[in-house]
């Protein structure tokens, strides 16, 4: 309390915010005075949690302070159920035209075209919020649609948790499709626990491979109706500049050969999360190690290695964190 006092009355020069620890604190008067000071200067905001369950703090609060924020470039309002709505949506696009940054992790509806004037942005988080809303699904719709507007997004975050997250079944099928066509520079997506990924991603890969830095399609569906090694061969053979992946609980089959072969074709991984993948042993994970140098960061949990294996690999290989939880726990 004490700090935020100090920041509210200080007359230091300021171009990042981070209001997040006072989240419980904070007050509109508060807000609209900070705005007053720091706003035509402000470069990084950090709204979040100030927003959540606190209903004093509305979308048309919000609103008035971004006109004063013309030079945003990263705005961060992650579980602010409160005021993230399509009037907030709007004065975002209005006023914070530069935005490159933009986080609305675990919110509620994003009208995700609303969006679309935001032609600079490069990373955008909306998982687990509980809907995604296109408004150029409806024909009469003049919004543009969002990811052909921002062709230089790089990042997109949209891993869920809500089983009816999309507005419509081909909600998800239609945001793949886009990212395909008109993101030519994405580096990292977010599609955890996404189900109805399995359509489009081989093309989404063969496109998009060589830029992919992060890929998440933890739990999702991705292996549905595949081949055994299949998968793998997708993605060794088009992402050659993976250095995050997450395959967790995609129940798939890696032999040890696999595993080195992968190994030689995406050589800057630095962190892969195996999670209950099965078929291989130490020795394929020896391999694996040797061949991704920058490997700080291997998830093994409910696999087939045991303790004595693991233990030696912890001990020879010490860059990197191995995780293991036996496969004899129940998930």
């Known amino acids: 309390m004490q700090k935020l006092h100090q920041i509210i009355n200080s007359s230091t020069f300021i171009d990042e915010l981070n209001l997040k620890p006072y989240y419980a604190a904070l007050k509109v008067k508060d807000i609209f005075h900070l705005s007053s000071i720091y706003g035509e200067n402000l470069k990084k905001l950090d709204l979040s949690w100030t927003g959540f369950s606190f209903k004093h703090i509305t979308s048309n609060h919000i609103s008035k302070v971004l006109k004063t924020m013309n030079n945003l470039i990263e705005l961060r ?4 159920q409160s005021f993230v709505d399509q009037v907030f949506l709007k004065a975002v696009t209005k006023h914070c035209s530069k935005l490159e940054l933009l986080d609305l992790f675990h919110n509620d509806i994003i009208h995700l075209d609303l969006l679309s004037p935001l032609k600079e942005l490069k990373y955008l988080d909306i998982s687990q919020c509980k809907r995604i809303v296109l408004s150029s699904e409806n024909e009469e719709s003049e919004q543009t649609p969002f990811f052909r507007n921002c062709t230089k997004l790089r990042w997109l975050l949209i891993g869920k948790t809500y089983p009816s997250m999309f507005s419509s079944p081909s909600c998800f099928e239609n945001i793949m499709l ?3 066509n008109y993101c030519p520079d994405l580096q990292g997506v977010n599609f955890w626990r996404q189900q109805g990924i399995t359509r489009h991603f081989d093309d989404f890969i063969k496109v998009l491979g060589q830029s992919l830095r992060y890929l998440d399609v933890g739990w999702s569906s991705v292996n ?3 081949d055994q090694g299949r998968l793998w061969k997708l993605l060794q053979e088009n992402c050659p500049n993976l ?4 395959l967790t609980a995609v129940r798939l089959n890696m032999s040890d050969d696999e595993m080195a072969e992968f190994a030689v074709k995406c050589p800057h991984l630095e962190q892969l999360d195996l999670l209950g993948v099965r078929g291989f042993s130490s020795a394929g994970l020896r391999r ?3 061949g991704c140098p920058n ?3 291997l998830d093994i949990s409910y696999t087939s290695c045991d303790d004595t294996e693991i233990l030696e690999l912890r001990n020879d290989f010490k860059r990197c964190s191995i995780k293991c939880v036996p496969s004899s726990y129940n998930l």
């Open 77 to 80: 309002c992650r579980n602010c």
């Open 178 to 180: 886009d990212l395909i």
């Open 224 to 226: 549905q109706g595949r």
């Open 243 to 246: 250095q995050c992946l997450v």
């Open 288 to 290: 694996l190690l040797d």
């Open 295 to 297: 490997l700080i960061f």
